[in-house]
């Protein structure tokens, strides 16, 4: 630089920048054209300067060439800009500035200086004109700037491009950021990083520049849509309305969001993230920063992948990191210089939002982090996307870093199992997310073509699969061979394999090429050892062994099934081929013999019954037959014998106390047994529910189960309901029949729905009625329903039954209009239907129609009047009416005519203790338990009882074993959640709220606690929204209204307020609060008539308020 001549125009800006910085006079020198300088050290001599400082003023200098006022030339890149920012630095060190700061606070100094011509504002008004409204200052030339959003180091904002006319965004460093070199370099490299990414899904940037004021920004499509957070946000909250409106709310809020972004679209969606990922590592790039918050979906349904500022390019080294603190919506945690969770100080820095961050990124080392680790991150997507919660579950940012950190990963089937998410993609997430970044995918290609091929329905390197699933998959891709049933497809493959040839002219090529890729196939396939075949010993399914022999038996079927296809085109055109023949028959055979090993006897003895028609004599064919007859008999003689011996373990009295951790418990039995998928299974565990059926027959509601009955129920249910097979229905049903404690009926009901039979809809339907619609029971059941089929149109009802049948049918689909017509028609028909005038009674009851509800069940017990059901019911919806005497009656009524009902002393419980008599509620809730033990509801009731009693530690006890029992019991998970409320962790108080809105989407309570909680931790959108959630699902339910009404006064929205206070004294004309805080807000609109009837309402109603004096002070200041 020293021996380059110097450039007149440069000289001048470094000197326009020497001024600005104060380094020479404002009028020194002025003869440079006369007596230009010809090199740095001249200029130096001239500015009376160091040489040092000259230099560096000129590499500012042409780091602002380029014709463009407030931009940094593009053709600099980004060693360029960071060369100006140690020059900067060497001014500043070298001159020695008074108060020096650090050198992107120069850096202004040295963007105003760079400016020659101020930007002209083309919309702006004349001198004269009218004024217009004042607006936030532009950057650069963008005017209207609009903040979208923020992150850890920038804000992106929209702005106006006034020269285009266009709208873009312009992403700049936060404001509290602004002194930080580290957050301007991030950002300068994230503009020049994502700008050389020119891909269809990655966001394009238009310009890297700085404003006169000195702020550095980089500009951008503005994506008009949503991001995946947001979108997946509105997908539970959507399936939340739809959960409410099945019990008869009306949500109208964004309530087809959920409906429109089906998991088909969510999955290719996610795709195209893949892509934008898997081109940025083929440039060297890892992104390190991927979340649903970083995917927009725009209007148009493009994806684009967002912020790239934490990106890190292969070879370059990482920026110095400054304490940086890890996100996790809401969570927060130190990390970096700090002392972590293993309690040793971590080099490097974490960066990236935690619920995503692969562990090596999490521990703060940068050096392991690679292509690998995006892998883990977007394994975390696509488990939000599957399961709509955060990949990883925990109360506090500590706790989710020390699970993150020893690997202590739920799957998404495991963390949401009433979700039904496809075991392949729960094993794809698995794999995505390892511990071991060697046993993740090799690549972001490798994680996107098993998700390609689970669209397609091929086998998924992830995944394991039985010989019949590699079959079923195989023959839904070569359709050529389908023409019905799977046996009947089978037969058309090995019985003749003809595909409709009719070309006959090329006929040798096509069989020499066909009997070339049979050979081809079975010589490039892997080792098949038949060892095993016939074994007296099952595989141990865990075993590495035996994972790998079912990948091989499934690599050979698949093999051997493509052989299969194409020796059927040759013999198509040459039937006599005796090559042809042989080598059908020997690929016939050991195709049978795969199957065989894989125990699915009906195409090993399909594929060796075949074998006549290629060579094979009977004898031979008989003999192969006989020896899958042998296997089948030997395999489920012992699988008899080993299910016998589980249920014999279940039912001992170890299963539940002293048994050794290597022992199994009662899920490893589950999954063991729900593999033996034959009849034999379902006629074995229907015989150890048939003795408890008949004692629940003969005992009826009186019936009590030993610990050991219930954990044989237990098991029983869970596997007939996992097997598939439609045979489990009839003891399922049966077993349901008879039970009346809730919990073992919950465990029934479910089994009932995870068969997907349509015909177990008729148990289900005949337990509601029994037990009660409005019961634990069904709350837990109904959500099910949805995994059975539509039962399909049915003849136009005739008769009241009919008009009932179908409207229970209706309920339970969240057809609410067409289940209250019919409900209106059986009870037009038959007024005494009270069963009818039962159900329409809890619908309009959950409706908000609280003396409709009264009315219909003040009819059905004039039909009915000794029933406790419906005593009880009739309780419950006064209690709603706030007629705490009129509840107490009814369920002292129900008890009378019913004095063993466990559940009517659980209700009337509930009714005691909203009276505040916590100690005859704790007595009621614990005759409860005596009848029914180990209710996971009683006890999570009696969990909310001691609570209010203030006994925390037992509330904790009650509400963990209820937990234990129902790890979805939302009452318990209210009751922990607020337990930690009141003792200041809100954190931990929300997470278990969380919990328990995911578990029970129309819980309303979890939802009106969350609220509050939100507001305390300063969050009133969030808190609004569980507000108008809990109002859409619960419209009688006054709290609601109040909790809104409070939010809206303190938020200045008086009008709001007032409305919503109105609804709460409707709901409960004696809630003196509601006419204080109302008279308030009228207050403040100037309704001071309004508000002084409020007030004196309020004093009547609470003649010691704490407000008398103030109220009164307020009279008198009125003339009142």
């Known amino acids: 630089m020293k021996n380059r001549p110097l450039d007149l125009a440069e000289v001048e800006v470094a000197i326009a920048i020497a001024r600005e910085l104060g380094l020479l006079a404002a009028d020194s020198p002025a003869d440079l054209a006369a007596r230009p300088p010809g090199d740095v050290e001249t200029l130096a001599a001239r500015l009376g300067l160091d040489g040092s400082v000259a230099e560096a003023l000129l590499v500012l200098a042409r780091a602002a060439a380029g014709g463009a006022a407030d931009s940094i030339d593009s053709g600099q890149g980004i060693e360029g800009f960071r060369a100006a920012i140690g020059a900067l630095q060497e001014v500043r060190d070298h001159a020695r500035l008074p108060q020096a700061g650090p050198a992107e606070t120069l850096l202004a100094a040295f963007a105003r200086a760079a400016t020659r011509v101020p930007a002209v504002d083309l919309c702006a008004e004349a001198p004269g004109g009218k004024g217009g409204t004042r607006e936030d200052p532009p ?64 966001v394009p940037v238009h310009e890297l520049g700085v404003s006169p004021d000195g702020r550095v920004y980089f500009a951008m499509k503005l994506v008009r849509g949503t991001s995946l957070a947001d979108l997946l946000r509105a997908l539970a909250k959507g399936r939340a309305a739809a959960g409410g409106r099945r019990r008869g709310s009306r949500s109208g809020t964004r309530s087809d969001d959920w409906k429109s972004y089906p998991l088909s679209r969510r999955l290719t969606d996610f795709l195209k993230v893949c892509d934008a990922v898997s081109f940025a590592h083929s440039k060297g790039v890892v992104h390190r920063d991927l979340k649903p918050a970083n995917v927009m979906i725009g209007e148009f349904g493009e994806v684009l992948v967002m912020d790239w500022g ?39 820095d974490v960066l990236g939002t935690l619920y995503y961050m692969p562990p090596e990124q999490a521990d703060g080392r940068p050096e392991d982090v690679d292509e690998r680790s995006d892998v ?46 496809p075991r392949e993609l729960d094993a794809v997430v698995r794999k995505a997310m390892a511990f071991d970044p060697g046993e993740r995918y090799e690549s972001v290609e490798t994680f996107r073509q098993d998700l390609e091929a689970f669209l397609e329905g091929r086998t998924l390197l992830a995944a394991s699969y039985s010989l019949p699933q590699v079959a079923a998959k195989w023959l839904s891709r070569h359709r050529v061979l389908a023409g019905g049933s799977v046996a009947a497809v089978l037969a058309a493959v090995l019985l003749a394999g003809y595909v409709g040839w009719r070309d006959r002219a090329a006929s040798d090529a096509r069989a020499e090429a066909a009997v070339r890729e049979a050979e081809e196939l079975l010589a490039a396939a892997p080792a098949f050892q038949e060892d095993g075949i016939g074994s007296s010993v099952e595989e141990d399914a865990a075993s590495a062994e035996a994972v790998q022999a079912r990948r091989s038996r499934e690599t050979a079927l698949e093999v051997h099934l ?11 055109e040459f039937p006599d081929d005796a090559r042809i023949r042989a080598l059908r028959r020997r690929v016939g055979e050991e195709l049978g013999r795969i199957a065989l090993a894989g125990k699915d006897y009906t195409l090993a003895r399909q594929s060796f019954r075949d074998l006549a028609d290629h060579g094979a004599s009977a004898v031979e064919v008989e003999a192969l037959l006989e020896e899958v007859d042998r ?82 129920a237990v098991f029983a249910c869970r596997v007939l309901g996992r097997l598939g097979l439609p045979e489990s229905v009839a003891p399922l049903s049966a077993w349901l029949s008879v ?29 509601s009625d029994r037990i009660g619609a409005d019961s634990h029971f069904w709350s837990r059941v109904v959500r099910g329903l949805e995994r059975l089929p539509d039962p399909g149109s049915e003849a136009e009802p005739r008769t009241a039954g009919d008009f009932y049948r179908r409207a229970i049918v209706s309920d339970y689909r969240g057809e609410d209009e067409k289940a209250m017509a019919d409900y209106d028609r059986a009870i037009a028909l038959d007024g005494a239907h009270v069963r009818a005038l039962g159900m329409r009674a809890l619908r309009r009851r959950d409706r908000g129609d609280v003396e409709g509800a009264l009315a219909d069940l003040e009819r059905a017990l004039a039909h009915a009047p000794g029933d406790a059901t419906l005593l009880r019911r009739r309780g419950n919806t006064r209690l709603m009416a706030n007629d705490l005497d009129g509840a107490l009656a009814d369920m002292d009524e129900s008890l009378r005519v019913s004095p063993d009902s466990a559940e009517t002393f659980h209700a009337r419980a509930v009714v005691l203790v909203a009276r505040g008599e916590t100690a005859r509620a ?12 180990a209710s996971s509801r009683y006890l999570a009731t009696r969990a909310s009882v001691r609570l209010v009693a203030k006994d925390f530690e037992g509330a904790l006890e009650d509400a963990g074993r209820a937990l234990d029992i129902d790890p979805y019991d939302t009452e318990a998970l209210r009751t922990q959640a607020v337990v930690l409320w009141t003792r200041g962790d809100l954190a931990g108080a929300l997470h278990g709220l969380d919990r328990a809105v995911a578990a029970d989407p129309a819980d309303v309570q979890a939802r009106l606690e969350r609220g509050r909680i939100r507001e ?72 001071h008539r309004e508000a002084i009837a409020d007030f004196k309402k309020h004093l009547e109603l609470m003649p010691d308020s704490p407000a008398k004096s103030e109220i009164e002070s307020y009279f008198r200041r009125r003339g009142e």
């Open 139 to 202: 950057i650069g030339r963008y005017r209207q700037p609009v903040q979208l959003g923020a992150g850890g180091m920038g804000v992106v904002l929209s702005v106006l491009d006034p020269d285009l006319r266009r709208t873009v965004a312009l992403k700049v460093v936060r404001p509290d950021m602004a002194r930080s070199g580290n957050a301007l370099g991030r950002l300068v490299e994230e503009a020049q990083i994502t700008g050389q990414l020119e891909h269809p899904n990655i």
């Open 310 to 348: 934490l990106a890190r390019v292969r070879g370059l080294p990482d920026r110095p990191g400054e304490g940086v603190s890890v996100e996790s919506d809401g969570l927060a945690a130190r990390a970096g210089a700090g002392r972590g969770p293993r309690e040793g100080t971590r080099s490097g």
């Open 376 to 421: 883990y991150s977007l394994g975390a997507t696509l488990c939000e996307l599957l399961t709509l919660l955060p990949p990883v579950s925990g109360a506090t940012a500590e706790e989710i870093l020390t699970k993150i950190l020893r690997g202590e990963i739920e799957g998404p089937a495991e963390r949401t199992p009433h979700r039904g998410i």
């Open 562 to 572: 493509a052989a299969v296809s194409a020796l059927g085109r040759a013999l198509a």
């Open 631 to 712: 296997v089948q008999t030997e395999t489920l003689r012992r699988r008899a014998e080993r299910l016998r011996a589980i249920l014999a373990d279940v039912a001992s009295e170890d299963f539940r106390r002293g048994r050794s951790p290597g022992r199994a418990n009662i899920e490893d039995h589950v999954f063991e047994a729900a593999g033996y998928r034959e009849i034999q299974t379902v006629s074995i565990l229907a015989g150890a529910l048939a003795p408890l059926v008949v004692k629940g027959r003969q005992e009826d509601q009186q019936a009590t189960w030993t610990e050991s009955e219930r954990d044989v």
């Open 739 to 767: 039970l009346w404690d809730q919990t073992l009926a919950i465990e029934a009901g479910r089994a009932l729905c995870d068969t997907r039979e349509a015909s177990a809809l008729p148990a289900l339907l005949d337990a």
């Open 922 to 933: 704790l007595s009621d809730v614990n005759r409860a338990l005596r009848i029914v033990p």
């Open 1016 to 1087: 305390e931790r300063g969050d009133p959108e969030g808190a609004a929204a569980d507000y108008d959630e809990a109002i859409s699902l619960a419209p009688a339910n006054a709290q609601g209204w109040w909790l809104r009404g409070l939010l809206r006064k303190r938020a200045g929205d008086l009008q709001g307020a007032v409305s919503d206070l109105t609804r709460v004294l409707g709901l409960d004309p004696s809630h003196a609060r509601a006419y204080f805080e109302r008279g308030q807000a009228l207050v403040g609109l100037n309704l």
